[in-house]
């Protein structure tokens, strides 16, 4: 059977919500969209199969009230926006942690296995920034169990239609509204369109843009890309977060919950720095908040206590004291994935380990039922900024994120598009016949002067460079410039793949362009901000600056190079003061 | 360096959207060790159908009367009826203990309120099952007991 | 991945080629590739990808052995390519698409039959009332969770298809992985559901095609013992029949 010819065949599908990504927001966003009305249709679009969702890759916990502990709402508030160094907004965060208890309570419904107290009750561990511990774990495989456990429920539902393996290029917007987007088939290699009343973007972040990162190859930022394309801004880019324990090389993961349940931090010298030193974080220690931990890691490598290693220095999670058998009940993959990737047995030896990149605290920008400036788009999870984590968010607050904000643009999608239009479809559909000639010119263009690996290596050092954990003007700057540059080179790819067929070389190429419009905001934003907050943390102006930058950051696209703008932030009960632990 | 595989295997119900090329097996999939052992122990299924051949023999001598009965023990003592008899308690023991080696993890943690013991003594207790009825038969069919 | 520490060893990889478009039948083509000590295959993979023929396609995504998409067979046995260290190979290394399975492109095998074996056994919670969220979590003991945790941990990495010889004859044969999650949902203090799995279980797909090979539990990544699952799973389902003459039930 031969696959319909890109370009000239166009397929439609018609379907009333459409939600792009897989993973836990967007496979929550479409749980709720077909609760909400018991006739309406969800096409979930997904460039991988949804158990494949980088959701899989989380390990520590989600966060939520417990009820009848000594936890409360107002704490967790709390703690999450003196953990965003105020810059969350504030009645953002009150909505999720309100809703927090009860989508984990959901998950508990549909399946997820959580761990267990002796009295059957749900078990929480500490976690990074945490007052109270409020971190509902499953072994150290939150992710996967979470993932899982929502994919499999997604099932049970034949009104929500999968369409797996299509890589979404372009959203279509007529008259203002987003009323669909333009996708690969990636198996036939043929144009599907899928047009409906609301789009919500649940593609997760871009940790892709840097060199190491705790992140898989798919989080390339297409999502947010899309977006700013289309017009919406992206919010706070310049916040990205660097996870204190990734292993040195290829920056696997070793979850929060390793500290949280006892590890140590140590220098060279076998010290717990964390405490010896004065790095912020006080009584905390292991468990202060990422954004700090990860300086005082790249501070005690440049002070020359840090480990020399193949893949460059690094520092040391301890775990020998926990034992054998606490290891393989609460840290069962850490001990694994240390095994497997690092070649050390954390039992006997503690894991080298290095700050890498972990989230996006920035993105998307949606108020905070999840709507973006433009009618009939939303965007949840990663993806989005709405803002809940500001300058820097709290361990094991995303999962929960994806499920509340993922829930809430689900309804909020399905309530709009009860009173909205259908789009013109005959424009709809020339427009989609347009970027389909795009993909065909692009597919197989071997007279090109640049090669993607070539760009995406650059694109990523440059991002090291300038977006570090530390960064100062001159480099952000050099950053800037770079990005632009890379911007134009992009456009002179040579791809070799010829084929339609599973064609995995353009999807690289329309990755790599996601990501360096990505990493352009993240560095122009960054250079933006002449203070430190959160995870930005800039030498040449090491304090915060309420007075002057007490505002989210907005990068828009345009033709001649990316525009900034301020939003302001929601403060609520909460006045900004100074952040110390 | 592969051979075909049942060209159904693993096939959506409907077609896919592009041609795929039948499923594959590598060329040693059916003779690599663990694979041969475990024809083996499949295989050893036609030695079971011999012996209950035989079993249907020994029926019929026990109908047939004495005569007949006489004859079949003293056809039992050829070598061709020893050397089967020789495979069929080699297969027996190797069904047994691979089968045993496996029993273990097939009892699911719980029916109802029931509980398997721990799986060591599970398997301890497979063997001693095993090895006690043999030792009673051969007790029994000895005429060592009862007396 | 980083590609920086070490000596680097040239190696040869045979990788199958298949596209549809141009190819009648898969046929392989060879690579030399310059290989770090610690390089897993994936390594070897993606820099034949980027540096020497990028019409190559694979399947890959985490890395770290949770996504589940990287599987395929690495001298002739099946493997999770991102897990698995070239150390333990030799000069020349073989690298085909799963077996047992269609082949889409290269290495990309056609999943949908595998999702559709998936969907049969009716993977969710199935409650005969649904739990309203004000109601709390529903009270599981740590034994509970313990009865059907193991067969949780799958990532739906198809290992245990390319290595199983009944599916590679049986097509109807629902295979390891989708009793294992059908059996975990009946395991699960929480659900309801097992009678009507048992009938799945019983049906066309029987997990009485099962003969104990135990190919699967060897070759999971996981340790799931998808093996265990099949056969408890047999036990289950033949308990379930003979009460069914007992007990009257509404499914």
């Known amino acids: 059977m031969t696959a319909p010819s890109p370009g000239t065949d166009v397929e439609v599908l018609r379907h009333d919500v459409i939600v792009v990504g897989g993973g836990a927001a967007g496979l929550r966003a479409a749980i709720a969209a077909v609760e909400a009305d018991s006739k309406l249709t969800v096409a979930l679009v997904s460039k991988v199969y949804p158990m494949r969702s980088h959701t899989v890759s989380a390990e520590g916990g989600a966060a939520a009230y417990v009820p009848g502990s000594d936890d409360s709402l107002e704490k967790h508030l709390y703690d999450t926006i003196k953990g965003s160094d105020f810059l969350a907004d504030q009645d953002a965060a009150e909505f999720f942690v309100e809703q927090a208890t009860g989508e984990l309570t959901k998950l508990e419904h549909w399946g997820c296995p959580w761990s267990r107290k002796e009295d059957g009750s749900v078990a929480t561990r500490p976690f990074g920034g945490m007052t109270v511990p409020r971190t509902w774990y499953a072994a150290d495989k939150v992710g996967f169990h979470m993932l899982h456990t929502l994919f499999q429920h997604s099932m049970r539902f034949d009104r929500i239609v999968r369409y797996d393996e299509h890589f979404v290029t372009k959203l279509l917007v007529d008259e203002g509204a987003c009323r669909g987007v333009v996708s690969i088939d990636v198996r036939t290699g043929a144009l599907r369109v899928f047009l409906g009343r609301s789009v919500i973007l649940a593609t997760g972040g871009a940790g892709k843009c840097f060199p190491f990162t705790t992140n898989g190859t798919i989080k390339t930022g297409d999502g947010m890309a899309l977006a700013y394309r289309a017009g919406v801004g992206l919010k706070d880019m310049e916040f990205v977060q660097y996870h204190p324990t990734g292993l040195p090389g290829t920056g696997i993961l070793i979850t929060e919950a390793s500290r949280g349940e006892g590890g140590y931090v140590i220098n060279s010298e076998g010290e717990r720095f964390l405490v010896t030193r004065d790095y912020g974080v006080g009584q905390k220690a292991e468990l202060g908040p990422r954004d700090m931990i990860s300086r005082a890691e790249i501070l005690e490598i440049e002070a020359g206590r840090g480990v020399k290693g193949p893949y460059g220095e690094y520092v040391l999670l301890d775990l020998r004291h926990l034992g054998e058998e606490k290891i393989m009940a609460k840290l069962p993959f850490v001990r694994e994935l240390a095994k497997t990737y690092a070649g050390v047995d954390p039992v006997h030896e503690p894991i080298p380990i290095r700050p890498v990149v972990h989230y996006m605290m920035g993105g998307v920008d949606t108020d905070i039922r999840g709507a973006t400036p433009v009618p009939g788009l939303y965007a949840a999870g990663e993806t989005a900024c709405v803002s809940m984590n500001g300058a820097n968010r709290l361990g094991s607050n995303s999962l929960t994120e994806c499920l509340v904000f993922g829930a809430r643009a689900g309804r909020e999608a399905v309530v709009y598009g009860r009173g909205a239009a259908d789009g013109n479809e005959p424009r709809l559909v020339a427009e989609a016949k347009q970027e389909g000639a795009r993909l065909e010119a692009l597919r197989g263009r071997k007279k090109g002067g640049e090669k993607i690996a070539q760009i995406r290596r650059e694109m990523q050092l440059s991002m090291e460079r300038g977006c570090g954990v530390y960064r100062n003007q001159e480099a952000m700057h050099q950053t800037v410039a770079e990005m632009a540059q890379l911007r134009g080179r992009v456009a002179d790819l040579a791809l070799e793949d010829e084929s339609r067929i599973f064609n995995t070389e353009l999807l690289q190429a329309l990755e790599l362009a996601n990501m360096v419009d990505v990493a352009e905001a993240v560095a122009i934003a960054a250079a933006a901000r002449k203070e430190s907050r959160g995870a930005h943390a800039c030498r040449d102006y090491p304090k915060r600056n309420d007075a002057e930058y007490l505002h989210h950051s907005m990068v828009f696209f345009a033709p001649g190079g990316p525009r900034l703008d301020k939003k302001p932030v929601t403060i609520g009960r909460f006045q900004p003061e100074e952040r110390k632990y | ?147 | 991945m980083a590609s920086d520490g070490g000596e680097s060893k040239l190696r040869t990889f045979v990788v199958t080629r298949f596209d549809p478009d141009k190819d009648q039948v898969p046929k392989t083509q060879s690579y030399q590739v310059p290989c770090r000590p610690d390089w897993k295959v994936l390594d070897a993979l993606n820099f034949i990808k980027d540096e020497i023929d990028p019409t190559l396609s694979h399947r890959w995504s985490c890395r770290m052995a949770v996504c589940g998409s990287c599987g395929m067979n690495v001298d002739g046995e099946p493997k999770l390519t991102c897990k698995t260290s070239l150390a333990d190979y030799g000069d020349t290394v073989e690298i085909a698409p799963l077996a047992n399975f269609p082949i889409i492109r290269d290495l990309v095998i056609e999943m949908d039959g595998f999702m559709e074996k998936f969907k049969a056994v009716k993977p969710w919670i199935i409650a005969a009332k649904e739990k309203a969220a004000e109601e709390g979590t529903y009270e599981q003991s740590p034994e509970q969770l313990a009865a059907f945790k193991q067969f949780s941990m799958c990532i739906n990495c198809m290992l245990c298809y390319a290595a199983c010889p009944v599916v590679s004859k049986e097509p109807d044969f629902l295979g390891p992985a989708a009793i294992a999650l059908g059996h975990r949902y009946n395991m699960d203090s929480r659900d309801e559901g097992a009678s009507e799995r048992n009938a799945v279980f019983r049906g066309d797909g029987t997990v009485f095609h099962c003969s104990y090979a135990n190919e699967c539990s060897e070759v999971c990544p996981k340790n799931v013992d998808p093996a265990a699952a099949v056969n408890q799973a047999k036990l289950n389902a033949v308990i379930d029949w003979a009460t069914s003459f007992v007990v009257k039930r509404s499914r």
Not at chain 2, 40 to 58: E, H, P, S
């Open chain 2, 1 to 147: 360096m592969a051979r075909p595989a049942d060209p159904h295997a693993m096939q959506p119900s409907r077609p896919g959207r592009t041609r795929t090329a039948p499923p594959q097996v590598p060329d040693d999939f059916w003779t690599r060790p663990r694979m041969r052992t475990y024809l083996l122990f499949d295989a050893t299924g036609i030695v079971y159908l011999l012996v209950g051949l035989v079993a249907l023999r020994v029926a019929w001598a026990l109908r047939d009367g004495k005569a007949a009965w006489d004859a079949l023990l003293a056809s039992f003592a050829h070598p061709a009826y020893l050397a089967f008899h020789g495979l069929a308690l080699v297969c027996a023991l190797f069904v047994g203990v691979r089968f045993f080696r496996l029993f273990p993890k097939a009892q699911p943690a719980h029916i109802g309120p029931a509980k398997p013991p721990p799986r060591p003594v599970l398997h301890a207790m497979l063997y001693a099952a095993w090895i006690g009825i043999t030792l009673v038969l051969l007790a029994i069919l000895g005429g060592v007991w009862p007396k």
